[in-house]
């Protein structure tokens, strides 16, 4: 025995994700030592399903599809398919059949909205989906034009729209202080 007392266990593994699917000749391997954002925003994908819909989308609506399984160490622990292109929106599938012995239902889910960005960004093949990451945490792109942005000519139009609306108010109040005029004058006349 050492002097510390009993032997300190053996560090698990860290965990990570396998990613296989369309465009991937071989799987991404990440890993939390190496890239750990990334395997925390894939797991966040998946990591929020509760009950799912037994059925899912047509086929023909899927789109491409990436393989994730989620791993405890080296040991695969939980496998979900992704669509993130899928039509009306990404969709997820956790299959019936899982690495573990716990038993599961199949179901489909709706998936986040980042799926794709969050699989591009880890390495995954896929075309930049800019809607995806207009907000949320750390503000996005911006979405407007540049010259959309012009505070001169902002200031500019709002002083001309100001002018034309003060112009047509005062020609509001021209009109009713002349007709107020001429009824009273024709008041003036029939009372004497």
Known sequence: ??????????????????????????????????????????????????????SGPKAADLGPKYT??????????????????????????????????AKTNAAWFLGRLNMSETLRTAGVPLPRQVEAVSGGVGGGERMLPDESLDPGRDIDQALSELQRLLLLNAGVVIVITVGLAGIALLIRRRTR
């Not at 990334?38 to 037994?54: E, L, R, S």
């Open 68 to 101: 994730v399984v989620v791993l405890a160490g080296d040991q695969p622990k939980q496998t979900f398919d992704l669509y993130p292109l899928a039509k009306g929106g990404p969709r997820a599938f956790r299959p019936a059949k899982q690495p573990t012995a």
């Open 1 to 54: 025995m050492s002097a510390g007392g009993a032997h300190a266990a053996p560090k698990p593994a860290p965990p990570g994700v396998d990613i296989s699917g369309e465009g991937l000749a071989e799987p991404l391997r990440l890993r939390t030592d190496t890239a750990a954002a990334h395997v925390t925003a894939v797991i966040d994908q998946v990591n929020w399903f509760g009950i799912g819909a037994p």
